[in-house]
């Protein structure tokens, strides 16, 4: 789970952003903080660039495939 220091530095949302789940090697909407929705593994994501394939972490199948949400976006 991603941490935080100071709460100052985020704030909360309810865009609907943070509910869809991408692909592995599918490019996000949005630049920040990916969680794997299967085993918890998080990787920062860059629009521009492709979330980790399906080969980037190991978990039980028995946890479901790979899919990237939305934990944390990046604004500037």
Known sequence: MAL?????????SNDPAFDREYQP???PGYAGIYRCTA?????VGLRALTLPSENH?????GLGPI?????????G
């Open 4 to 12: 935080y220091k100071r709460i100052e530095d985020l704030r909360a």
């Open 25 to 27: 090697n599918a490019k």
């Open 39 to 43: 085993c918890g593994t998080e990787v």
């Open 57 to 61: 972490h190991a978990h039980d199948k």
């Open 67 to 75: 899919a990237w949400r939305l934990a944390v976006a990046a604004q």
